[in-house]
């Protein structure tokens, strides 16, 4: 056997690394290695060597990264370093790539637990598209990469933000408090990367541009966003934005009776362009959880337990999700115990699956109440300081995520293939993540 | 409030000094700048890409991004700036040459640059959302070589005079124009369009502008047409060299307009070539190819169009109207049938199959064969000759083919009805007179009929095939109960029913004894077996086989009518009879006998009686003898009757009144069932849905229904409303 012509000799930092033109061609045009080998740059003959100044453990690293896929990162290295080593060679895709596995509620591993900084208790934690997240405390949000470096934070100057959302990995609309008399609150977009605030969103009444408090949000793929609304005495409801233009298109208003403005959570169910509004005790006295069609301005079902017997007082509704492919609503109590409203027939009554009550026993110090997610056809429960998770048509309890420090779990987000838990004590968030697939 | 101002506290950032050599930056800024110039001038070769790279690399980590950015784009701008001069230097034909090996050089420069500034263009861009260095170096071309105004006018007069030495059958470097144009391309779709296209396009409009006016100052349509097309094709090709493909519809329509649209009547009316000319000669190619270009413009179809259909129009109705055409129905239908044979070619072979040009030609027809009121009367005329005689010798697939296109014009036919009548005359003759040809093609033409018009249509002409049926069948049956009759005359009688046959007034006429006798055992015979039926004898429709001798012992057979046979048979008794001898004989009615002695006496060769004095005419004074001498050289002798094949001016009015007559009935259906569905309706509404309802077999007349509605009140089946004299109600 010849010697292979594409061979490839590297002195990165003094160490020397052989390897081949095939393998670096893994790297993409758009890298270092990409442009190293254009045409227009006269590579040394064969047997020179190119000298990189580097740092060559994590030139092994990457290296490796692209020979298999793969991304092993010995425990001298430290995560930042191979981070900026990734990002000299444009290669920090690769990395971002290789680091987690598709998502998959049961193959959940714990990678990294972030320490929080601010006082209060934490509000939200949201997931972004790309693998970051943002924390929202008090009035501040506090931003993450996907490499989990915190960015510039959001500071409301003592706004308390009530809900945040990604539009894409550059923005998050924030929606914030209206303060008596200063004409502020609402929503606004902000930069992830800088903090800016790029746009404040209006709500007009009648044509007047009035100041409100906004509450929870969605989004739906058609670059809408939704918001419950709080103005005046007669200015509660929905309000609908454009993502593009941000200007309001629509404004869904409460009827007597009914709560919209107050929700808890919104969902915005793609299949039946609907909208979710979910108002839950103790916010309010009573629960209102409702579908709005925007289209003809319709409250398409809606359920309420106005008149519930009080026997059944310990089974109030704590959150609620829709669950389109089994035409149901999902809810949880304050026990854990899931129950489900059927969306097809009218003012319907739920059907609790009394799971344990052996729980009831154990009620930590400072309960928080439980939330709900849905991905990918698995339901995720948090629960004081753990999260289940359910899988198949009957949602079975299949996995069970819980770690040993930071008391309940006040809020969690999916996204960006990673699961982010934020808990109530210290303000730390856990990241979990699904190893890359097993090699064979 | 006091009036001191308050005092406004401006509080610093805390900045993190990233502590390098403060010349670090301009130091490191210098190689990069340095290694720029020498990929301009290609002299690369020493350039380490590891060490610029790094030194982009760190410009970007230690925040001097943005000096890094500027820096690149002054540096690349002051170069392109020296390679436009260099371009606007170079003479004449080389001018191109040099702009496209300078925007080679700048897109490998261009890559190398990125290269070196990748991390720049990954990071400190992609973060502050500036232009990345790609498209920055093409818009810094596009601005500071393509749109320098010494290079901008001139390269694109340039191209420009290219294309039009290429129009004018020049050759040019079509590698080289592919590559300038190419450029444009690559620097963005609105570069494209504003620097090249749209200047190319007009110069193009104005090009052909000229050279249309030119071309059709010169040429005649046929040959305008083939450069048209010839330009077209030469457009498309440039596009598909060196042009943008999305420029293809642009520039076509251009020459379409240009050529093609803004010459269109002329070029359609042009005298001794235009469409009308092409139409008259036969030019099926220049035909197809008008019908080509002219798709391509608005509008330009339907003044093909139209420009056919008058000219068909007016040919047909001249055609039609031509009282010399009139004469011989049979040419008439020929000379129909021929133009559309003629118009169905050029629809197939170069209009495409089109369907609005079928849909023309079929109104162009309907429009003229209506004009001419004996239409119907002709065609059936030109049937009864097609099956009587023609298709003798002829194989069933033509006939098949010739009975397809009589059904073409019949369904042009407004009035279905008139053409029913004069069919139902032609083909008792036929049949009568035993001179069908082939029954299938009578039948065949019936089936045709049926499937047009229906079963009414046809249901009576089946019952006269019917009736020729069962005669047969009668005949057998009669002479098999009388065999003593196998000797003496034969007589065979066809039995026709009421009412399915054409009805005319039944003559009277005596009978010799020897054929009365024989009358009346068939009379006897069929009354015998078919109760409740009466029988009259059409003497006026019967033909007979006679057997005579003449003065010299010439024994011939002689094929008359009836009426002929009653006037021969009397001179078996007499040598020499008067005129009124004659009538007083037969009873015969004077027009016939008249018609039946001018056959027999007059008729060159067929003169079996002779007339005293020798006229053509008959006189009632005149007297008849037998011609001794009559000769022929055939055996059978046909003595024909003078009939007129055409109608004579009397049968014609009364076979209108018969039409108009059965009309009525029809009429009356029609509007019953209409009012019967709809209870009331106005006069207006009325007068529409009944001419809706018989358009497959006659245009009703709006007068006519009138008076029928009229008549219907009068017998109680409509009423008119109390309040509204306008509407009418049904009764039921």
Same mark, same amino acid.
Request: glycine fraction near 6%; hydrophobic fraction near 35%.
């Given at each position: 056997?010849?010697?292979?012509?594409?061979?490839?000799?590297?002195?990165?930092?003094g160490?020397?690394?052989?390897?081949?033109?095939?393998?670096?061609?893994?790297?993409?045009?758009?890298?270092?290695?990409?442009?190293?080998? #254009?045409?227009?740059?006269?590579?040394?003959?064969?047997?020179?060597?190119?000298?990189?100044?580097?740092?060559?453990?994590?030139?092994?690293?990457?290296?490796?990264?692209?020979?298999? %896929?793969?991304?092993?990162?010995?425990?001298?290295?430290?995560?930042?370093?191979l981070?900026?080593?990734?990002?000299?060679?444009?290669?920090?895709? @690769?990395?971002?790539?290789?680091?987690?596995?598709?998502?998959?509620?049961?193959?959940?591993?714990?990678?990294?637990?972030?320490?929080?900084?601010?006082?209060g #208790?934490?509000?939200?934690?949201?997931?972004?598209?790309?693998?970051?997240?943002?924390?929202?405390? %008090?009035?501040?949000v506090?931003?993450?990469?996907?490499?989990l470096?915190? @960015?510039?934070?959001?500071?409301?100057? !003592?706004?308390?933000?009530?809900?945040?959302?990604?539009?894409?990995?550059?923005?998050?609309?924030?929606?914030?408090?209206?303060?008596?008399?200063?004409?502020?609150? %609402?929503?606004?977009?902000?930069?992830s990367?800088?903090?800016?605030?790029? !746009?404040?969103?209006?709500?007009?009444?009648?044509?007047?541009?009035?100041?409100?408090?906004?509450?929870?949000?969605?989004?739906?793929?058609?670059?809408?966003?939704?918001?419950?609304?709080?103005?005046?005495?007669?200015?509660?409801?929905?309000?609908?934005?454009?993502?593009?233009?941000?200007?309001?298109t629509?404004f869904? !208003?409460?009827?007597?009776?009914?709560?919209?403005?107050?929700?808890d959570?919104?969902?915005?169910?793609?299949?039946?362009?609907?909208?979710?509004?979910?108002?839950?005790?103790?916010?309010? #006295?009573?629960c !209102?959880?409702?579908?709005?069609?925007?289209?003809?301005?319709n409250?398409?079902?809606?359920?309420?337990?106005?008149?519930?017997?009080?026997?059944?007082?310990?089974?109030?509704?704590?959150?609620?999700?829709?669950?389109?492919?089994?035409?149901?609503?999902?809810?949880?109590?304050?026990?854990?115990?899931?129950?489900?409203?059927?969306?097809?027939?009218?003012?319907g009554?739920?059907?609790?699956?009394?799971?344990?009550?052996?729980?009831?026993?154990?009620?930590?110090?400072?309960?928080?109440?439980?939330?709900?997610?849905?991905?990918?056809?698995?339901?995720?429960?948090?629960?004081?300081?753990?999260?289940?998770?359910?899988?198949?048509?009957?949602?079975?309890?299949?996995?069970?995520?819980?770690?040993?420090?930071?008391?309940?779990?006040?809020?969690?987000?999916?996204?960006?293939?990673?699961?982010?838990?934020?808990?109530?004590?210290?303000?730390?968030?856990?990241?979990?993540e699904?190893?890359?697939?097993?090699?064979? | 409030?006091?009036?001191?101002?308050?005092?406004?506290?401006?509080?610093?950032?805390?900045?993190?000094?990233?502590?390098?050599?403060?010349?670090?930056?301009?130091?490191?800024?210098?190689?990069?700048?340095?290694? $720029?110039?020498?990929?301009?001038?290609?002299?690369?070769?020493?350039?380490?890409?590891?060490?610029?790279?790094?030194?982009?690399?760190? +410009?970007?980590?230690?925040?001097?991004?943005?000096?890094?950015?500027?820096?690149?784009?002054?540096?690349?701008?002051?170069?392109?700036?020296?390679?436009s001069?260099?371009?606007?230097?170079?003479?004449?034909?080389?001018?191109?040459?040099?702009?496209?090996?300078?925007?080679?050089?700048?897109?490998?420069?261009?890559?190398?640059?990125?290269?070196?500034?990748?991390?720049?263009?990954?990071?400190?861009?992609?973060?502050?959302?500036?232009?990345?260095?790609?498209?920055?170096?093409?818009?810094?071309?596009?601005?500071?070589?393509?749109?320098?105004?010494?290079?901008?006018? *001139?390269?694109?007069?340039?191209?420009?005079?290219?294309?039009?030495?290429? &129009?004018?059958?020049?050759?040019?470097?079509?590698?080289?124009?592919?590559?300038?144009?190419?450029?444009? +391309?690559?620097?963005?779709?609105?570069?494209?369009?504003?620097?090249?296209?749209?200047?190319?396009?007009?110069?193009?409009?104005?090009?052909?502008?000229?050279?249309?006016?030119?071309?059709?100052?010169?040429?005649?349509?046929?040959?305008?047409?083939?450069?048209?097309?010839?330009?077209?094709?030469?457009?498309?090709?440039?596009?598909?060299?060196y042009?943008?493909?999305?420029?293809?519809?642009?520039?076509?329509?251009?020459?379409?307009?240009?050529?093609?649209?803004?010459?269109?009547?002329?070029?359609?009316?042009?005298?001794?070539?235009?469409?009308?000319?092409?139409?008259?000669?036969?030019?099926?190619?220049?035909?197809?190819?008008?019908?080509?270009?002219? &798709?391509? /413009?608005?509008?330009?179809?339907?003044?093909?169009r139209?420009?056919?259909t008058?000219?068909?129009?007016?040919?047909?109705?001249?055609?039609?109207?031509?009282?010399?055409?009139?004469?011989?129905?049979?040419?008439?239908?020929? *000379?129909?049938?021929?133009?559309?044979?003629?118009y169905?070619?050029?629809?197939?072979?170069?209009?495409?199959?089109?369907?609005?040009?079928?849909?023309?030609?079929?109104?162009?027809?309907?429009?003229?064969?209506?004009?001419?009121?004996?239409?119907?009367?002709?065609?059936?005329?030109? /049937?009864?000759?097609?099956?009587?005689?023609?298709?003798?010798?002829?194989?069933?697939?033509?006939?098949?083919?010739?009975?397809?296109?009589?059904?073409?014009?019949?369904?042009?036919?407004?009035?279905?009805?008139?053409?029913?009548k004069?069919?139902?005359?032609?083909?008792?003759?036929?049949?009568?007179?035993?001179?069908?040809?082939?029954?299938?093609?009578?039948?065949?033409?019936? /089936?045709?009929?049926?499937?047009?018009?229906?079963?009414?249509?046809?249901?009576?002409?089946?019952?006269m095939?019917?009736?020729?049926?069962?005669?047969?069948?009668?005949?057998?049956?009669?002479?098999?109960s009388?065999?003593?009759?196998?000797?003496?005359?034969?007589? $065979?009688?066809?039995?026709?029913?009421?009412?399915?046959?054409p009805?005319?007034?039944?003559?009277?006429?005596?009978?010799?004894?020897?054929?009365?006798?024989?009358?009346?055992?068939?009379?006897?015979?069929?009354?015998?077996?078919?109760?409740?039926?009466?029988?009259?004898?059409?003497?006026?429709?019967?033909?007979?086989?006679?057997?005579?001798?003449?003065?010299?012992g010439?024994?011939?057979?002689?094929?008359?009518?009836?009426?002929?046979?009653?006037?021969? +048979?009397?001179?078996?008794?007499?040598?020499?009879?008067s005129?009124?001898?004659?009538?007083?004989?037969?009873?015969?009615?004077?027009?016939?006998?008249?018609?039946?002695?001018?056959?027999?006496?007059?008729?060159k060769?067929?003169? /079996?009686?002779?007339?005293?004095?020798?006229s053509?005419?008959?006189?009632?004074?005149?007297?008849?003898?037998?011609?001794?001498?009559?000769?022929?050289?055939?055996?059978?002798?046909?003595?024909?009757?003078?009939?007129?094949?055409?109608?004579?001016?009397?049968?014609?009015?009364?076979?209108?009144?018969?039409?108009?007559?059965?009309?009525?009935?029809? $009429?009356?259906?029609?509007?019953? &069932?209409? +009012?019967?569905?709809?209870?009331?309706?106005?006069?207006?509404?009325?007068?529409?849905?009944?001419?809706?309802?018989?358009?497959?077999?006659?245009?009703?007349?709006?007068?006519?229904?009138?008076? &029928?509605?009229?008549?219907?009140?009068?017998?109680?089946?409509?009423?008119?409303?109390?309040?509204?004299?306008?509407?009418? *109600?049904y009764?039921?």
């Amino acid at each position: 056997m010849g010697i292979s012509k594409d061979r490839i000799k590297f002195n990165v930092g003094g160490r020397l690394f052989e390897t081949t033109a095939t393998t670096l061609a893994n790297a993409g045009r758009d890298s270092f290695f990409g442009a190293l080998f #254009d045409d227009g740059w006269n590579l040394s003959p064969q047997d020179s060597v190119i000298f990189v100044d580097r740092n060559s453990d994590c030139f092994a690293v990457l290296l490796d990264l692209l020979r298999t %896929g793969d991304l092993n990162v010995p425990a001298n290295i430290p995560e930042r370093l191979l981070h900026r080593e990734a990002s000299f060679y444009c290669l920090l895709d @690769h990395v971002r790539s290789a680091r987690w596995g598709p998502f998959d509620g049961n193959r959940l591993r714990l990678s990294d637990s972030v320490k929080g900084t601010s006082p209060g #208790d934490g509000t939200a934690i949201r997931a972004g598209p790309d693998g970051g997240c943002c924390v929202a405390h %008090g009035s501040v949000v506090h931003v993450y990469d996907w490499m989990l470096e915190e @960015h510039s934070p959001i500071n409301l100057d !003592y706004q308390r933000v009530n809900d945040v959302g990604w539009i894409d990995s550059d923005n998050i609309v924030l929606s914030a408090c209206e303060r008596l008399g200063r004409g502020d609150g %609402g929503m606004g977009l902000f930069s992830s990367s800088s903090g800016d605030l790029r !746009y404040k969103f209006q709500v007009s009444h009648e044509n007047q541009v009035k100041s409100y408090t906004a509450g929870a949000l969605s989004f739906s793929p058609d670059y809408e966003i939704f918001a419950s609304c709080k103005g005046r005495s007669n200015e509660y409801g929905i309000g609908v934005w454009d993502q593009i233009t941000g200007k309001q298109t629509d404004f869904f !208003y409460e009827s007597p009776g009914w709560s919209l403005g107050d929700a808890d959570k919104l969902q915005w169910l793609n299949g039946k362009s609907c909208l979710l509004v979910a108002t839950l005790f103790p916010r309010k #006295d009573n629960c !209102y959880i409702s579908l709005l069609d925007f289209r003809d301005k319709n409250m398409v079902w809606s359920w309420s337990d106005i008149g519930s017997p009080m026997a059944i007082d310990e089974k109030r509704v704590r959150d609620a999700i829709a669950m389109e492919d089994s035409n149901s609503i999902c809810v949880v109590n304050e026990f854990e115990d899931l129950g489900f409203i059927d969306l097809r027939m009218y003012g319907g009554s739920v059907r609790w699956s009394s799971r344990s009550k052996l729980m009831k026993s154990k009620m930590p110090d400072e309960p928080c109440y439980p939330k709900l997610a849905l991905h990918e056809g698995q339901l995720f429960s948090s629960m004081n300081d753990s999260i289940s998770v359910f899988c198949g048509p009957d949602w079975v309890l299949t996995s069970r995520l819980r770690r040993s420090y930071g008391g309940s779990i006040c809020d969690f987000s999916i996204g960006g293939d990673r699961l982010f838990a934020l808990h109530s004590e210290e303000n730390v968030f856990d990241v979990w993540e699904t190893p890359p697939p097993p090699i064979i | 409030m006091s009036n001191q101002k308050k005092r406004n506290f401006q509080i610093e950032a805390f900045k993190h000094r990233v502590v390098v050599d403060p010349k670090y930056a301009d130091k490191t800024w210098q190689i990069l700048e340095r290694a $720029i110039h020498q990929i301009y001038n290609q002299d690369a070769s020493g350039l380490s890409f590891e060490e610029l790279y790094r030194n982009a690399y760190n +410009m970007v980590l230690h925040k001097f991004g943005e000096k890094l950015y500027t820096g690149f784009i002054v540096t690349m701008t002051a170069h392109l700036k020296e390679k436009s001069k260099l371009i606007e230097a170079a003479q004449g034909g080389s001018f191109l040459e040099e702009l496209n090996k300078k925007w080679n050089d700048h897109n490998k420069a261009l890559e190398m640059i990125r290269d070196i500034l990748m991390y720049m263009d990954r990071t400190y861009i992609e973060s502050t959302k500036k232009t990345h260095v790609h498209p920055m170096g093409l818009s810094l071309w596009r601005d500071n070589v393509v749109h320098f105004t010494k290079i901008h006018t *001139r390269l694109l007069n340039t191209l420009l005079d290219l294309v039009q030495k290429e &129009r004018t059958g020049e050759v040019i470097d079509r590698g080289l124009m592919r590559s300038v144009i190419k450029m444009f +391309m690559d620097l963005g779709e609105s570069v494209y369009q504003e620097d090249f296209e749209k200047p190319f396009l007009d110069a193009s409009s104005e090009f052909y502008k000229v050279e249309s006016q030119e071309f059709i100052e010169s040429c005649d349509c046929g040959d305008y047409l083939k450069k048209a097309e010839k330009r077209l094709t030469e457009e498309i090709d440039r596009v598909a060299h060196y042009l943008d493909p999305k420029s293809e519809e642009k520039i076509t329509s251009v020459v379409e307009k240009e050529m093609i649209a803004n010459h269109m009547q002329r070029l359609v009316h042009m005298d001794n070539s235009g469409l009308v000319y092409m139409l008259l000669h036969d030019k099926y190619e220049d035909l197809g190819r008008m019908y080509n270009l002219f &798709r391509r /413009v608005t509008n330009g179809l339907l003044t093909v169009r139209d420009v056919m259909t008058s000219h068909l129009r007016e040919m047909g109705k001249q055609l039609v109207t031509d009282p010399e055409k009139s004469k011989d129905p049979v040419e008439f239908v020929q *000379r129909l049938l021929d133009e559309r044979d003629k118009y169905d070619k050029v629809i197939s072979t170069a209009f495409g199959n089109d369907k609005t040009f079928q849909n023309a030609l079929n109104s162009s027809f309907e429009y003229f064969i209506n004009l001419n009121a004996r239409s119907p009367e002709f065609i059936s005329l030109f /049937v009864d000759d097609k099956l009587r005689k023609g298709i003798k010798g002829i194989v069933d697939v033509d006939v098949e083919v010739i009975l397809d296109k009589v059904m073409m014009l019949f369904r042009y036919l407004q009035e279905k009805d008139v053409f029913e009548k004069y069919y139902k005359q032609h083909l008792a003759k036929r049949l009568l007179s035993g001179k069908t040809v082939s029954d299938d093609a009578e039948r065949s033409l019936i /089936v045709k009929l049926k499937t047009e018009c229906g079963y009414q249509f046809t249901s009576k002409l089946e019952g006269m095939f019917t009736d020729m049926k069962t005669s047969e069948d009668t005949m057998r049956g009669f002479y098999g109960s009388h065999p003593e009759l196998s000797e003496g005359p034969t007589l $065979i009688v066809q039995v026709l029913t009421t009412g399915s046959w054409p009805t005319q007034p039944a003559v009277p006429c005596n009978l010799p004894a020897e054929v009365s006798v024989l009358c009346e055992k068939f009379r006897s015979y069929y009354l015998g077996t078919h109760t409740g039926r009466r029988l009259t004898w059409q003497t006026n429709m019967g033909t007979a086989d006679i057997k005579a001798v003449f003065g010299k012992g010439q024994k011939h057979e002689l094929n008359v009518s009836t009426f002929q046979m009653c006037v021969l +048979m009397l001179f078996n008794n007499a040598d020499r009879l008067s005129y009124k001898e004659i009538e007083q004989a037969t009873e015969i009615p004077a027009s016939d006998l008249k018609r039946c002695l001018q056959s027999l006496a007059c008729v060159k060769g067929k003169n /079996v009686i002779k007339k005293e004095p020798m006229s053509k005419d008959i006189g009632e004074e005149d007297s008849f003898y037998v011609n001794e001498k009559f000769t022929s050289k055939f055996y059978k002798v046909k003595i024909g009757t003078v009939v007129a094949q055409k109608e004579t001016e009397p049968e014609k009015q009364e076979t209108r009144q018969r039409v108009e007559e059965d009309r009525k009935p029809q $009429i009356e259906a029609a509007i019953v &069932r209409i +009012m019967k569905s709809r209870k009331i309706l106005d006069h207006n509404n009325i007068i529409a849905e009944v001419t809706k309802q018989l358009q497959p077999r006659f245009l009703a007349n709006p007068t006519e229904i009138k008076k &029928r509605i009229e008549s219907l009140i009068e017998r109680d089946f409509l009423e008119r409303d109390s309040t509204d004299r306008k509407l009418y *109600r049904y009764l039921a």
